[in-house]
Structures are given as structure tokens and as C-alpha cells.
């Protein structure tokens, strides 16, 4: 079964993959205005929002099974448009479909591993780091694309948004194999995500949400404005054909994820929930840093190093600790409620990025990158304070609610 379940999120991931890393390059070299680019990445976080209702669709109406092979044909469809989008309207529409597609499609994934899986705090790194491999495989096939294309890589997108769409296909495919995860019409409550917001409150949660809402607010910074840094700083250093190189520069976050996800049971084992989820925001306080200096080339290459130890630490220590809170029912409603935070830090950290970006003069925002990162690093710094003194988890309140309930006062 973890080796189904790590096709699953392979395939997932290098969806995304094809279309996330190179975006706002793709949009810039398009012509695209910075708030134009910022609409358009803006999108992932607007339909991220809905995640709730995508929560009760899984956990309550129709399986995750089904849901996910919907899914694989919209985003598939979605990505033919845009590869044919030369507009700004035509673009942002796509990329807004798409997210329809893919938002509850990453969800889906979430709830059918942790629903399969007999020990997600052993397994989930063993399955989530083949996800981090499928992000990572359609860069170095863009960067064959682009060598065979001249180092064009704004013209070799058209044929890899296909490639995309055809993984898309795949996994909605592969999804009616797995085993069936059936909704429970008759579960603690009809509606599935107001249950699982009763059941998780409190200090300790609200200062999770923070943080959560917290990185994916800065998070955005680091989206757009790194590529675009790298590509500027790889074309000073060997022109164009060094900035070909640019979707595999990028990948060496995800290298060193591969490395941190394989560890993770071990560094849950060590320094507990609390302490990996410290050890990854604080990772994402010196990225900032690092990419607030802006050069040189090294040290902006050298941050990508430290993604690893914010997806795994940070990021895939808060599914899990999410994960333990609720009951089993729920599992897909609590996913999405952690969705949906992400949603709304991710649309204002985009469109933040954007207006920071049109405050500059046209022509000069590449260099002025720098002290956008700083604003960042800054709200990153006072939300980290803020988790560290108030992130204190304890035994689970569903744990709690079944205690009571078998041995009743």
C-alpha cells in the first residue's frame, strides 16, 4: 500500500510541478504587469479557501477515490488552456480552473494516505517524499526541453503544460485502483468541518493557525520573487544559457527535502511535534534572511537548501499534528480547515507581493527584491515569537472526547 500511495503523490506533486516553479517567470516574460502576475498566482489561494466544502464532499457525500479521478481530468483540461493563454484574462481564468482542479485534489491525496495508512506519524514521510521527487522530475524534463529549444524556456512551456496534463490524466486514472475510501453519512456531524473546528481550539490551536497563516502569507515572497532573483542573478553571471538553468537551480530545495522527509519519524521521535515544527519556521526566518541580501549568487542558491527543513519541519509536522486531533471521520474536514488558512495567507501574501512590486519603479524591481524579503523576514520573526511561546501541544482533544465518553464521570 505505501508504495501505491507514493505513485499517488508523485503523480500529484509533478502536476504541480509542471506549473508552480516557473510560473511567475513564465507570466513575466509573457509581459505580464507585477499585479497581473500577482492576480494570476493569487488564484491557487482563492480556491483555497473553499477547502471546507471540498472537506464535507469527502468526508460526508461522495469517497476521495472518485473525487480525486474528477479532479485529474479538470486540471488536465486546465492546463491545455493554458498553454494556450496568451492573455491576461485567458491566463488568470485558467489558472483559477486549475486550482479548482488541483486545490481539492492535493486534499484528496492528504485524506486517502492518512486514511490508509495503519501508522501515519512512521509512514507519511516514507509516501509525502515521492511527492517531493514528482516536483521535482518535471524541471530537469524542462530543462532538456529548453536546452533542445535554444534555452527559450518561456517557449518551452506550451508543450510541457501538456506533459503536465498528461500526468493530470494519469493520476485521475490511478485513483479508481486504490482502495475505496467510503464518506460517512452518518459521522459525529452532518457538517463535517464545524465538527472538526469544535473539536480543535484553544491556545495551542489558534497559535498553529498563526503560524500557518503566518508562513503562507510570506511564503508568496518566495514563490515569485525567488525565481525571478535567480534568473537575473544566472543571466549576469553566464547570459541566457545560465539562466536555462534556472527550473533546475530550483530543484535543490527539493533535493534537500527528500533528505529531511526520510529523517522525519526520527526527528519526531527525538524533539516531538513542537520541536519540529520550531526547527522549520525558524529555517524559514534565515531563508528570508539569506534572500534579503540578494547576492551573491551563492548565498541565494544556498537558501534553497533550507526548503527541506520547512516543508518537512513545519509544514508536514502541522498535517500530522492536525491529523491526531480529531477522529477518523474527519479527517478530510480537518485537512481542508488546514487548507483553507493556507488559502487566505496565500491570496494577500500574493497580492502584498504585488503591490510591493508596482511601488517600484518599472524596469528596477529586480534589484529592489531584496527588501521586499526583509518585510517578510520581519513578519516571519514576530510570528515566530508568537508560536514559541504559546505552540504547546499536549494529548489530542478527540483523544480527550473518547477518554470521557468510556469512562464517563
Known amino acids: 500500500m505505501i508504495a501505491r500511495l507514493a505513485l499517488m503523490l508523485f503523480l500529484q506533486n509533478a502536476v504541480n ?89 492535493s486534499l484528496m ?27 521535482m522530475t518535471p524541471a530537469w524534463v524542462l530543462l532538456g526541453w529548453s536546452a533542445l529549444m535554444g534555452w527559450d524556456t518561456h517557449a518551452s512551456m506550451t508543450p510541457y503544460l501538456f506533459l503536465g496534463a498528461g500526468l493530470s490524466l494519469f493520476l485521475g486514472a490511478f485513483a479508481l485502483t486504490l482502495p475505496v475510501t467510503k464518506p460517512r453519512s452518518q459521522g459525529v456531524a452532518r457538517v463535517a468541518p464545524l465538527e472538526a473546528l469544535r473539536l480543535i481550539k484553544g491556545t495551542t490551536f489558534a497559535c498553529f493557525v498563526l503560524a500557518i497563516f503566518g508562513w503562507c502569507l510570506v511564503h508568496p515572497f518566495n514563490v515569485q520573487g525567488t525565481p525571478l532573483l535567480l534568473k537575473d542573478l544566472l543571466t549576469q553571471a553566464g547570459g541566457e544559457k545560465a539562466a536555462g538553468w534556472l527550473p533546475a537551480v530550483l ?18 521521535r527525538a524533539i516531538g511535534k513542537r520541536g519540529s515544527m520550531i526547527l522549520g519556521l525558524g529555517a524559514w526566518l534565515v531563508t528570508l534572511l539569506m534572500l534579503s541580501a540578494g547576492k551573491p549568487l551563492a548565498m541565494v542558491v544556498g537558501s534553497l537548501l533550507l526548503n527541506g527543513l520547512v516543508i518537512t519541519n513545519f509544514l508536514m509536522a502541522g498535517q500530522v499534528y492536525l491529523n491526531g486531533e480529531v477522529t477518523g471521520d474527519l479527517r478530510a474536514s480537518v485537512q481542508s480547515l488546514f487548507f483553507t488558512v493556507q488559502g487566505f495567507g496565500l491570496m494577500a501574501g500574493n497580492l502584498i507581493f504585488g503591490a510591493l512590486r508596482d511601488a517600484i519603479p518599472e524596469g528596477e524591481f529586480e534589484s529592489d527584491l531584496p527588501a521586499i524579503f526583509f518585510i517578510g523576514a520581519v513578519i516571519t520573526a514576530l510570528i515566530y515569537g508568537v508560536f514559541l511561546l504559546g505552540f504547546r501541544p499536549g494529548k489530542s482533544v478527540s483523544a480527550k472526547a473518547d477518554e470521557t465518553e468510556t469512562n464517563p464521570a
Not at 473553499?50 to 480525486?68: E, F, K
Request: charged fraction near 10%; aromatic fraction near 12%; hydrophobic fraction near 55%.
Open 17 to 105: 510541478g509542471v506549473l508552480v516553479p516557473m510560473f511567475s517567470v513564465r507570466l513575466h516574460d509573457m509581459g505580464f504587469t507585477p499585479w497581473q502576475v500577482a492576480m494570476c498566482s493569487a488564484t491557487n489561494g482563492m480556491i483555497a479557501m473553499a477547502a471546507p466544502l471540498m472537506g464535507q464532499v469527502a468526508d460526508r457525500w461522495v469517497s476521495p477515490n472518485r473525487c480525486l479521478a474528477a479532479c485529474g481530468v479538470w486540471c488536465a483540461a486546465a492546463m491545455v488552456a493554458m498553454a494556450f493563454a496568451q492573455s491576461y484574462g485567458a491566463m488568470f481564468l485558467g489558472a483559477l480552473v486549475y486550482w479548482l482542479g488541483a486545490v481539492p485534489m
Open 251 to 268: 530543484t535543490l530545495g527539493q533535493i534537500n527535502e527528500v533528505g529531511t522527509m526520510l529523517l522525519f519519524p526520527l526527528v519526531i
Open 109 to 135: 491525496c492528504s485524506s486517502i494516505a492518512f486514511s490508509l495508512l495503519d501508522n501515519p506519524e512512521r509512514d507519511f514521510g516514507k509516501v509525502r517524499v515521492w511527492g517531493t521527487i514528482g516536483w
